[in-house]
Every structure is written in C-alpha cells, then in structure tokens.
C-alpha cells in the first residue's frame, strides 16, 4: 500500500519563506560587515608598517639600538638579524615568539635574500605581516600577528551571528502566530465549507475586515448563494415534475387495468388516450427542456427591430383561430437579444390569451417604448386574472385557470418570465378597461444578453408555428 505523504502546509512554507529571507538579509550584511572590518584592520596594519619604515629609515641609528628603543605592541614584534644571528629583539607578545621561530627566521632571510623588503610570512603562530629596513648585513624587523589582529573581528562576527540566530528564532515564533492569525479565516472557510452537505447549503462564513482573505470569503457565500438557490430550484422542479408526471401516469395506468382486450372500441379508445397523454408528456418535456435552455443563458445576442418583430408576431398569431387578431401599435427602437426566444415570448402570451378569453372574442397586440424600454403587450377581453393571483402565473406549473379543461403544461408563462429576465426585463399584467388583462413584456432597449452558439428552437406555448405551417 502506497503512503501518501502530507503536504506542506500554506502556513509553514510562508514562514520558511519569511525566514529565509531574514537569513539571507543577516547573512549578506554579516558578511559585509566582516569583509569590511577585515579590510580595514589589514589597512591599519599596513599603515603601522609604513610609519616603521619611515622612522627607521630616518632615524640614522644601528639596528640594535633601533630595537632597543623600539616599544613592544601586543600583536607585534621588532627584531634585528644579520645573516643566521638574531641581534636583538622586542619582548615577544603572547603567542608570538619570533626570535624563536625557525621557520618564520629561515623565510624571512630567504625573502631578503631575494629582496622581498615587505609581504607575509606563516608563524608557528599564524601568518604575519612584516616590513623590513636593511643596514648594512643587518636588517631591522617589524611583524604584525593577523590572526591576533583580527581577534576583535572575529569576536564580533561571532557576536553577530548569535544575534542573528536569536533574531531569527524570534522571527519564527513571532511569525508563527502571525501567520496563524493570518490564516485563521482561511482556516474558518475550509471548516465551514467542510461541513456543508447538499442537505444543508445555509451555513455561511462571516467576512471580516476588507483584505482579500475577506473578498474571498464573500465570493465563497456568494457562490453558495447561487449554488443554494440552484439546488432549491432543482428541488422545486423535481418536486413539480413528479406532481405533473402522476396525473397522466394514473390516467393510463387506471385505463389499461380496465380495458376489456376482447372490446375492438375499447382498444381504441384507451390507445387514443394513451397517445394523448404521451403527447401531453412530450409537450411538458419539451417545455422544461426550453426553460432549462433560458435559464441556462442559451440566447444568440442581435439587434432586434422592435417594429419589425411586432409585424412578425402579428403575422404569426393570425394562425391561432377562433379570434380576431388585431395590431394596435407599432414601436421603435432597436433591442439588442434573441429574436427568435422574444418572438417565443411574445407567442407564449397571445396562445395563452387564446386558451382562457372566450372564443371569438378580439385580442391585440402591440409595442410601444419610452427610449429606453421597448413595451411589447398582449390585450385580450376574456376574464382577466384576480390581482391576488397574478404574483402565481409565472410560476412553474401554477395554474390560474377561470376555464377547466385548458390544456397545457403549466410551464408556457415560466418560459416567457425566463426569456424577458434573460434580457434583464420584466413582466407586469393589468387590468383591460371594461374586462381582461394584458400582459406585457418590459424589455430594455440596447440590452446585452449573453450570446451563445446553442441552437435556439422557438417554441410558444402548444407550439403555434406548426399551427401556421399546417395551416
């Protein structure tokens, strides 16, 4: 069985970020500091050895006199040789014997011999800086201890680089509670989101503050918002579906189980049934298919003649019989939308004004606009819809039917709600003067739906263009 290995957590690679930045900034300026501080105590040395030759070369005085007077310094010494023989020599500060060094000896007299008077020579006790003066077969001497000189350096690099360890300890601890803190509401939006189950899509993560850990917490409630009210919708549809399909299921079923096989009228009469109610199926299937298709956002963006679309609805409602169909008025303007889903919209009302106002009675249509909203309306003279009842008719299978026996799925209204707010506009029904109602579609001029290469069928109500092509 393979082992997954955890990973690493946001928090922990921030703070190791964080501190290796520190530990890179703490190393850059302690070696800095260091290689300035070497440079400088290796100038100063220099400078000492230059002040030497000077004096001694002016001085006029014979080596061993010139050591006598010479003061011993800590990190130096002074001596005076001729060929193999050490003539005289500064009190040897601690560490550095010179005078009874044999190997710093044999190369300070190979180096004069090639007359290398200054450079650097290695000691029992480390390298050395010296300077030499020579008079006669004598040469006086001077040697600087660099490892001794650079004592106070070290010491302080070591000083630093224990600072910078406790510094980048506290860092880290104090880090680790930042970042902690940092990540806590990130840290609340997983636990929540955890916890969210499709039975409970309401618990929401409070958004603090204004940074982005609180924009992204409120684009999260905002997607289980959207995601909230999908589910219900789907739900609600569900729901009214099963309700729909019981209906024609017992119709059949009931008819089926008490058909009499042997009766030929029998037969017939409940396959005629049958079909009829599969067509109703169909249609309702059909229906939901086209709402889920608006909802969805399947709309082809063009400009649409408000004009030109009310001739086009008036041409196609004249194949709706058993009224007459008049055009009112004709509007101007231009909406930028799906012709073919407003011009379903548009039908989807004058079928629906046909079903419920009794036959041949009149019914017009027409548009209008103020500059900005064009007006497209359906006025029919039948019974009209109860004010307390017009915030139902756009719901999905709710019916508010003053006719009993009208056909149809109950989603023909839920359509033409979907189309209109597709193109962010609205529907509104009002009272006929002298009886009826008339529903109009509310849709802005110079809208912008969202375009898509989906097929666009138009479909309105029991499907009113395979009336006029039958016809």
Same mark, same amino acid.
């Given at each position: 069985m393979i082992r997954r290995t955890r990973p690493v957590s946001a928090r922990v690679r921030l703070l190791t970020a964080i501190l290796g930045v520190v530990l890179l900034g703490l190393i850059i300026a302690g070696g800095v500091t260091f290689f300035v501080q070497s440079e400088r105590v290796l100038a100063n040395a220099q400078r000492q050895l230059d002040g030497f030759v000077s004096t001694v /070369?002016? /001085?006029?005085?014979?080596?061993?006199?010139?050591?006598?007077?010479?003061?011993?310094?800590?990190? $130096?010494?002074?001596?005076?040789?001729?060929?193999?023989?050490? &003539?005289?020599?500064?009190?040897?500060?601690?560490?550095?014997?010179?005078?009874? $060094?044999?190997?710093? &000896?044999?190369?300070?007299?190979?180096?004069?011999?090639?007359?290398?008077?200054?450079?650097?020579?290695?000691?029992?006790?480390?390298?050395?800086?010296y300077a030499a003066v020579v008079d006669g077969d004598a040469a006086v001497v001077q040697a600087i201890s660099i490892d001794q000189r650079m004592e106070l350096v070290?010491?302080?690099?070591?000083?630093y680089a224990i600072t910078g360890a406790g510094v980048l300890l506290a860092v880290g601890v104090a880090g680790w509670f930042v970042t902690g803190r940092l990540f806590s509401p990130l840290r609340k939006l997983r636990d929540t989101t955890d916890a969210?189950?499709?039975?409970d899509l309401g618990v929401r993560v409070s958004a603090d503050?204004?940074?982005?850990?609180?924009?992204?917490?409120?684009?999260?409630?905002?997607?289980?918002?959207?995601?909230?009210?999908?589910?219900?919708?789907?739900?609600?549809?569900? $729901?009214?579906?099963?309700?729909?399909l019981k209906t024609p299921i017992t119709i059949v079923r009931g008819h089926l189980e008490t058909m009499n096989p042997a009766d030929a009228d029998d037969v017939v009469e409940t396959r005629d049934l049958g079909i009829s109610e599969l067509d109703r199926l169909s249609r309702l299937v059909d229906d939901i298919d086209a709402?889920?298709?608006?909802?969805?956002?399947?709309?082809?963006?063009?400009?649409?003649?408000?004009?030109?679309?009310?001739?086009?609805?008036?041409?196609?409602?004249?194949?709706?019989?058993?009224?007459?169909?008049?055009i009112e008025a004709r509007g101007r303007g231009r909406i930028v939308g799906d012709h073919d889903r407003l011009v379903q919209a548009w039908l989807q009302l004058a079928d629906n004004a046909a079903k419920y106002t009794p036959a041949g009675s009149p019914i017009e249509i027409g548009s209008s606009d103020d500059g900005a909203v064009a007006n497209l309306w359906v006025r029919d003279h039948g019974p009209g819809i109860p004010p307390a009842a017009r915030h139902r008719v756009f719901r999905r299978f709710d019916r508010v039917s003053t006719r009993r026996g009208v056909d149809g799925s109950g989603l023909g209204l839920s359509i033409v709600d979907a189309i209109v707010r597709a193109h962010?506009?609205?529907?509104?029904?009002?009272?006929?003067?002298?009886?009826?109602?008339? &529903?109009?579609?509310?849709?802005?001029?110079?809208?912008?739906?969202?375009?898509?290469? &989906?097929?666009?069928?138009?479909?309105?109500? $029991?499907?009113?263009?395979?009336?006029e092509a039958t016809g």
């Open positions: /070369s002016a /001085s006029g005085q014979d080596a061993t006199d010139l050591v006598a007077a010479a003061v011993p310094g800590r990190t $130096d010494g002074t001596l005076a040789i001729s060929g193999v023989a050490v &003539l005289a020599t500064t009190p040897a500060p601690p560490g550095l014997p010179l005078a009874g $060094d044999a190997a710093f &000896l044999d190369g300070l007299r190979a180096a004069l011999d090639r007359g290398e008077l200054r450079g650097r020579l290695d000691t029992a006790a480390g390298p050395v800086l070290t010491l302080s690099t070591m000083t969210i189950t499709i039975a503050g204004n940074d982005e850990i609180a924009d992204l917490t409120a684009s999260v409630n905002s997607m289980l918002d959207r995601l909230s009210m999908s589910v219900a919708a789907q739900r609600q549809l569900l $729901d009214d579906v099963r309700h729909e709402l889920a298709d608006v909802e969805a956002g399947s709309l082809s963006a063009g400009v649409v003649d408000v004009s030109a679309l009310t001739d086009r609805v008036g041409e196609l409602v004249a194949a709706i019989p058993e009224h007459t169909w008049t962010d506009g609205h529907c509104t029904i009002t009272d006929t003067p002298g009886g009826g109602a008339t &529903l109009t579609l509310h849709v802005p001029l110079g809208g912008s739906p969202a375009p898509t290469d &989906l097929p666009t069928p138009v479909r309105a109500g $029991d499907v009113v263009l395979q009336r």
